[in-house]
């Protein structure tokens, strides 16, 4: 089965945000950058043309030499309840309404024809556990490291309220030790079949 790969893993481009920035009116230029970690690495830039957006790149073929790329991707707009008009990208290959397209090795997609997932789906159900438990410890105001000391009720919280979240705390925090502990014990057992192993 092949793996996919993560939508927090691409470079992208969303509509909403260029929207917001005021970069879909026809005539508006701008460069988009991307860092890895704090050094840029990439960029392109954008023009946009009536109801398309136009993204001009370079890119390297078959590991060569640089060559320059041109795409121009459309622009939907559909209404609003409350006035005004909300824009969406179509995929350039499914032609799928969307607000992010993907930047990848064949240009700009939408998730699907880009196989991306989001991460929340690549998260085991401890991963999940883990993020609920501090969530909770954030909103009490306790340290956000389950094995730091717990903190007191917060001023102004109701006792109900704190018992609830604590309750729920504890519960959640009780999936992560119980999977913490099944993993090791399977690693400890992992380890002992590898020792006799190569004893034999």
Known sequence: MRHKGATTDMRQLDVRDLARKGRLY??????????????????????????????????QVDGGEWQPRQE???????????????PWFHCPVCWRRCAILYFTQ????????????YPSTRQTPRDRALLRVQA?????????AWFQPDGAKP???????????????DAELQKVLTSLDAWLDKQHHALEKRIKSKKT
């Open 136 to 144: 909770i410890r954030r909103r009490l105001g306790w340290p956000i």
């Open 155 to 169: 001023e102004g919280m109701r006792w109900r309220e704190y018992y609830r979240l604590v309750w729920k705390h």
């Open 72 to 86: 121009t991707l459309d622009i939907q707009r559909t209404p609003c309840h409350l006035g005004g008009s909300r």
């Open 26 to 59: 026809s005539g508006m230029s701008t460069v988009m950058s991307w860092n890895r970690g704090s050094e840029p690495y990439d960029s392109m830039s954008l023009r946009a043309e009536g109801d398309t957006l136009i993204a001009e790149y370079s890119r």
């Open 106 to 117: 064949h240009g700009f997609l939408c998730r699907t024809c880009a196989e991306l997932n």
